[in-house]
């Protein structure tokens, strides 16, 4: 695997991740799945945010491969994609300023 001090390529890839996570609603989305698959309309309500304002950034965190969207029977439950972001979630909760 490249690290980041050696590989510009994987520091763009790196850049990108963090971008997508980067914004406060995706990254409370991120922490919420990191509890759990959870719905959008769930998700919308511990947001206190529009089903359509969660959607789309469901939608940029789905487009970055970190979110994923389970059918099952007509509803459509997100999951966190990339197993490690709930490490990253667990060590930015437990960091101070």
């Known amino acids: 695997m490249d690290s980041l001090a050696h590989s510009e390529a994987k520091a763009v890839q790196v850049a990108e991740m963090v971008k997508a996570i980067a914004h ?47 059918k099952e029977g007509g509803e459509v439950h997100y999951t966190l994609a990339e197993p490690r972001l709930r490490e990253l979630v667990n060590c930015l909760e437990s960091c101070e300023r």
């Open 24 to 70: 406060p609603m995706r990254l409370r989305i991120i922490a919420l799945l990191n509890e759990g698959d959870q719905r959008v309309i769930a998700l919308a309500r511990q947001l206190e945010r529009s089903q359509s304002a969660v959607s789309q950034q469901l939608r940029i965190l789905r487009m970055c491969g970190l979110v994923s969207a389970l």
